[in-house]
């Protein structure tokens, strides 16, 4: 009912910048969160970063001062400027949308690679 929809992945080196961009679009009530997620195969998925409806919002250790989450609510987007990117970033990052009456949906991904 809600659709989740992910860009901005690809292939670049060690030390490089991708931006990551997410809209949610559909039977939408009232999204209260989104965030980002990624996850390497024989590995479980794992929060990278989460903003709030608010602002407020929530980074996995391993990419503080290093990604920065934002969102536009207007647009029900959320983007991921990811700088610094080292190869152990490789893998495919999800959007995922908490809508407070529906539930929380995911994208299906975008797959990221670091070269070294």
Do not use: H
């Not at 292939?11 to 490089?16: E, F, I, R, T, W």
């Not at 602002?55 to 990604?67: E, I, L, M, P």
């Amino acid at each position: 009912q809600v659709q989740v929809v992910e860009s901005g992945g690809g292939l670049v080196q060690a030390g490089g910048s991708l931006r990551l961009s997410c809209t949610a679009s559909g039977s939408i009530s009232t999204i209260v969160a989104m965030g980002w997620y990624r996850q390497v195969p024989g590995k479980q998925r794992e929060l990278v970063a989460r903003i709030a409806s608010g602002g407020s919002t929530n980074y996995a250790d391993f990419v503080k001062g290093r990604f920065t989450v934002s969102r536009d609510n207007a647009k029900n987007a959320v983007y991921l400027q990811m700088n610094s990117l080292r190869p152990e970033d490789t893998a495919v990052y999800y959007c995922n949308v908490a809508d407070f009456r529906r539930g929380g949906f995911w994208g299906q991904g975008t797959p990221v690679t670091v070269s070294s």
